[in-house]
């Protein structure tokens, strides 16, 4: 029998990502399907400070193990920008402003870019297990694709060679940033 845990996030998108990567070793549920409501201010200054804030504040709420990730993208000629602010780059949580702001910035710059995902897994007994993943590429100057959300549609994977919003979700999961650190986190399971 799978183990079930708790993934803490209020996002769709990344819920279904994180079900799907994680179906063969364990029953996620939503913050909803586990009768909590939160929604702490990731006011963290790294991606593993923002996924602890969120981990811990879920916590609170199950006895269940609370699993939480930050993700951002990490822009080489804006020295690692947008990054932790990327899902409030300019503004709150609005992916076309957000895309639109990071296409002003990068005009005439190089468009090397990469995705980091820091995962945390916490126990009710405490411990914790943290793993990360990066997704390597470049920022294109106009959009491509229907699929994915936030900046996929922008950023083309190296590994994929086409944007993640091109990709189909099992392609995307495959070469991801949330993919490769959640795989990582799997081995540290074993």
């Known amino acids: 029998m799978k183990r079930k845990i708790v993934a803490a996030t209020n996002n769709a998108h990344k819920l279904a990502e994180i079900k799907s990567i994680l ?13 909590i409501r939160c929604d702490p201010q990731e006011n963290g200054e790294t991606f593993l400070h923002n996924a602890l804030i969120k981990a811990h504040a879920a916590a609170e709420f199950t006895p269940l ?14 020295d690692g920008a947008p990054g932790v602010n990327s899902a409030r780059f300019a503004g709150d949580h609005d992916d076309a402003a957000n895309r639109k ?10 468009r090397k870019a990469h995705f980091t995902c820091v995962v945390a897994l916490l126990y009710p007994d405490g411990k914790i297990l943290c793993a990360t993943g990066e997704a390597h590429g470049r920022i294109l100057e106009e959009q491509r694709g229907e699929g994915g959300f936030g900046y996929d549609s922008l ?26 650190a959640l795989k990582n986190l799997l081995q540290m399971l074993h």
Do not use: Y
């Open 23 to 35: 179906q063969d070793k364990f029953d996620v549920i939503s913050l909803d399907e586990a009768g």
């Open 101 to 110: 702001k990071l296409l002003e910035l990068l005009k005439g710059k190089s």
């Open 155 to 180: 950023f083309f994977s190296d590994d994929l060679g086409m944007t993640f919003a091109e990709a189909t979700e099992e392609e995307k999961n495959s070469v991801s940033h949330r993919g490769n």
């Open 65 to 78: 193990p609370v699993l939480a990730d930050d993700t951002g993208l990490c822009v080489d000629a804006l």
